[in-house]
């Protein structure tokens, strides 16, 4: 009797997922492989401070290891952070959250926004979501079994998107909008009234809203308005935030969700599967962040502005047209008037003046003819890399 080709039958069946098979590649790393490679590059790619963590927020950290502060936490996190940040969503938005069960401490916003899309999410489900967005909303909800339904916005409308867009796209089969502002990648802010008219509509349709608002704090001449602390949206909502972007502790890993009890307890039944507990050290770390960072990142976002108003002004009067970013630290300019797909403008950008930005077709067919330009990087830098994309665009431009 012959053997099984064992090999064989299980390549038949197909080894991998199904769902993982339809995600792509990040196009941000696709791009950041490659300039490891590359000499006297500039960067304007990734979205990451540039700044050193505080260091009193990093001692807190020290001292905790050395006190011996090095094992497990409670599932949910520390209590002693939760309370903090229960305390400081008060304090910044009026909005009062239980520490023992509305909170939960993640690893990072990213491992919120899985663990948000896995509890709420069925196979089928429909989750829409402004275009051009974030690198990983999408396959988040592919992973998650639901359907990622993209709303598309324009730079003529700064980004924002419109109630009256999103309502056009709700379905029988939809359960949550998904908002990220202020915006990777293009910067955008939404202000109250806009948000109130979403508001109205999740209401109205029986939606949930997972509002990503990890980059809160980084602002600019407007205030963030969050979308939880909206009348009747905080038993609808999944706030999820974070200290990376705001407190440059990026290499940490920590995040929060703040949701009703019955939804962070079905996170936590994913989360103490998979990550148990953020790390100890970098909790400690956002405690104190909470605590006596704030005089820390009103330093970081005066810097983040000085170099945005350097960054859109040298933009534009290179020809790249751009609107002016009022949040996160990212300027979205076109490049349509070099002909180029942003693909192709990034790659050739890289390759004849070594400036790394990123194509805005990784965020999403509305990205196409922009590219993201991360202005969270050195004043002189910047400055050169706007003498090298007016050379390339004087080069290419039709």
Not at 96 to 103: F, G
Request: aromatic share 8%; with cysteine.
């Amino acid at each position: 009797m012959s053997a099984r080709p064992v090999g064989r039958s299980r390549r038949a069946r197909g080894l991998i997922s199904q769902r993982v098979e339809r995600l792509s590649p990040s196009g941000i790393r696709r791009f950041f492989d490659l300039l490891s490679t590359m000499e006297d590059v500039i960067s304007l790619g990734v979205g990451e401070p540039d700044f050193a963590t505080p260091w009193h927020i990093s001692e807190a950290a020290i001292s905790g290891i050395e006190k011996g502060y090095t094992m497990y936490t409670s599932n949910r996190g520390m209590l002693e952070l939760r309370q903090e940040l229960a305390r400081n969503l008060s304090v910044r938005y009026g909005l009062e959250y239980a520490p023992d069960d509305e909170l939960l401490i993640t690893v990072g916003v990213s491992e919120g926004l899985d663990l948000a899309m896995r509890a709420v999410i069925n196979p089928g489900d429909e989750v829409i979501s402004p275009e051009p967005t974030y690198v990983s909303y999408n396959s988040c909800a592919i992973l998650a079994g639901g359907v990622f339904v993209p709303v598309p916005t324009t730079a003529e409308n700064e980004f924002r998107v419109k109630a009256a867009d999103i309502e056009e796209r709700v379905t029988g089969r939809t359960k949550a909008i998904l908002l990220g502002y202020p915006n990777n990648p293009t910067g955008a802010v939404m202000g109250r009234a806009d948000l109130e008219e979403i508001a109205e509509v999740a209401q109205r349709r029986d939606l949930i809203v997972i509002s990503d608002e990890i980059y809160d704090q980084l602002v600019y001449g407007v205030k963030h308005t969050c979308f939880a602390s909206l009348p009747d949206m905080r038993g609808r909502t999944i706030l999820l935030g974070g200290f990376s972007k705001s407190y440059a502790m990026t290499g940490w890993r920590v995040g929060y969700a703040a949701a009703p009890a019955e939804i962070i307890e079905a996170m936590t039944k994913i989360h103490q599967y998979t990550m148990l507990c953020a790390p100890i050290t970098g909790q400690m770390a956002a405690m104190e962040a909470l605590k006596s960072g704030e005089p820390s990142v009103r330093e970081m976002v005066a810097d983040y502005d000085r170099r945005r108003r350097v960054m859109v002004k040298g933009l534009n009067a290179i020809g790249l047209s751009c609107f002016e970013p009022k949040g996160a630290f990212y300027a979205f300019p076109s490049v349509k008037v070099t002909g180029l797909s942003s693909q192709e403008f990034a790659e050739k950008l890289l390759i004849e003046e070594r400036v790394a930005v990123v194509p805005g077709s990784a965020f999403g067919e509305s990205g196409e003819g922009y590219v993201r330009c991360c202005y969270a990087t050195a004043l002189d830098d910047i400055r050169e890399a706007l003498r090298r994309m007016r050379r390339f665009v004087q080069r290419h431009r039709l």
